[in-house]
């Protein structure tokens, strides 16, 4: 018979013998599969957990119904990648959790910070990690404290302080801080995070980066005000934006549909909500990929 039927016998067989049987297998597949059976007990979680490959390790390690000891004995296994999977166990204690918080590999740390079952206080400590990716990860937790966002906003590296400008958590005190931060991509962050509020959009608009500008009507938060005020942007690349926008109203893109900029023009060719009439006189276009995009459009 072919690997698939014992693989399929492996992930769904109720049989303890068999069970058995599929763990000492010689196909690393066929015991993966046997790893992510519901039904297997104790002792065959417990052969598995020792299995000489990582992968099957990992899946064990991952387990809700491993017991304690053996994801403890797990959690001091060689791989990097097991201890990342012991890390990720929805099941795993706080005492396990501290062990793998100072872990060597900083995969193994991330993956702690990452667990909803890390405790604030690991979170903190993890938030001062030698390490910027491991500081990064943490800055994505949706479970920071107010002083934990403030220490990760004043992180010196821009990966740590981006992971912050984009959680969606973060206070709007933190999203001000870093609406005025030195580097475009932190401020770029703040105007893509949907949490930002209206007025720092505002604020945001005036940046004199129209790469930053071109982003705000990409955030489901923005208001016809404001995409009516960057409509009117200097560079087209900003008009553009605002002629994909969603919520771009009929009256907007009529306005657009004269811009002097035939990118702008497309995009108005290009957006549900233009009106027929203005898709009819866009078919006279001066640019024929704008004609054909229009033509296309009214015949929908």
Same mark, same amino acid.
């Given at each position: 018979?072919?690997?698939?039927?014992y693989?399929?016998?492996?992930?769904?067989?109720?049989?303890?013998?068999?069970?058995?049987?599929?763990?000492m297998?010689?196909?690393?597949?066929?015991?993966?599969?046997?790893?992510?059976?519901?039904?297997?007990?104790?002792?065959?979680?417990?052969?598995?957990?020792?299995?000489?490959?990582?992968?099957v390790?990992?899946?064990?390690?991952?387990?809700?119904?491993?017991?304690?000891?053996?994801?403890?004995?797990?959690?001091?296994?060689?791989?990097?990648?097991?201890?990342?999977g012991?890390?990720?166990?929805?099941s795993?204690?706080?005492?396990?959790?501290?062990?793998?918080?100072?872990?060597?590999?900083?995969?193994?740390?991330?993956?702690?910070?990452?667990?909803?079952?890390?405790?604030?206080?690991? +979170?903190g400590? %993890?938030? !001062? =990690?030698?390490?910027?990716? @491991? #500081? $990064?990860? &943490? /800055? *994505?937790?949706?479970?920071?404290?107010?002083?934990?966002?403030?220490?990760?906003?004043?992180?010196?590296?821009?990966?740590?302080r981006?992971?912050?400008?984009?959680?969606?958590?973060?206070?709007?005190?933190i999203?001000?801080?870093?609406?005025?931060?030195?580097?475009?991509?932190?401020?770029?962050?703040?105007?893509?995070?949907?949490?930002?509020?209206?007025?720092?959009?505002?604020?945001?608009?005036?940046?004199?980066?129209?790469?930053l500008?071109?982003?705000?009507?990409?955030?489901?938060?923005?208001?016809?005000?404001?995409?009516?005020?960057?409509?009117?942007?200097?560079?087209?690349?900003?008009?553009?934006?605002?002629a994909?926008?969603?919520?771009?109203?009929?009256?907007? +893109?009529?306005? %657009?549909? !004269? =811009?002097?900029?035939w990118? @702008? #023009? $497309?995009? &108005? /060719? *290009?957006?549900?909500?233009?009106?027929?009439?203005?898709?009819?006189m866009?078919?006279?276009?001066?640019?024929?990929?704008?004609?054909?995009?229009?033509?296309?459009?009214?015949?929908?």
């Amino acid at each position: 018979m072919s690997d698939r039927y014992y693989i399929h016998l492996a992930e769904t067989s109720k049989d303890p013998q068999t069970q058995l049987g599929l763990s000492m297998d010689a196909s690393e597949h066929i015991r993966m599969a046997l790893a992510y059976n519901p039904s297997i007990g104790l002792d065959i979680i417990s052969r598995l957990s020792e299995d000489s490959s990582e992968r099957v390790r990992d899946i064990i390690a991952r387990r809700s119904d491993i017991p304690r000891l053996m994801l403890l004995n797990l959690a001091r296994d060689k791989s990097a990648t097991v201890r990342f999977g012991v890390a990720q166990n929805p099941s795993i204690s706080p005492d396990i959790l501290v062990q793998l918080a100072t872990d060597k590999d900083r995969v193994v740390r991330q993956g702690v910070a990452r667990s909803e079952s890390t405790p604030q206080d690991i +979170l903190g400590y %993890l938030a !001062r =990690d030698e390490n910027e990716y @491991v #500081r $990064a990860t &943490v /800055a *994505e937790s949706k479970r920071l404290s107010p002083s934990m966002f403030t220490i990760l906003a004043h992180d010196k590296r821009s990966s740590v302080r981006g992971a912050v400008a984009q959680n969606t958590s973060a206070p709007t005190d933190i999203l001000k801080l870093l609406a005025r931060d030195t580097e475009w991509f932190i401020r770029n962050c703040v105007v893509e995070n949907t949490s930002t509020p209206l007025h720092l959009l505002w604020i945001l608009a005036e940046d004199k980066s129209w790469s930053l500008r071109q982003s705000l009507p990409r955030n489901k938060g923005i208001s016809l005000e404001l995409l009516n005020k960057l409509a009117k942007d200097a560079y087209w690349q900003v008009r553009r934006a605002v002629a994909c926008s969603p919520v771009a109203s009929p009256e907007l +893109l009529t306005e %657009l549909s !004269r =811009d002097e900029d035939w990118h @702008v #023009r $497309a995009a &108005v /060719a *290009e957006n549900e909500n233009t009106p027929l009439e203005v898709l009819e006189m866009l078919t006279h276009d001066s640019k024929s990929i704008i004609c054909d995009i229009a033509e296309e459009m009214v015949t929908c």
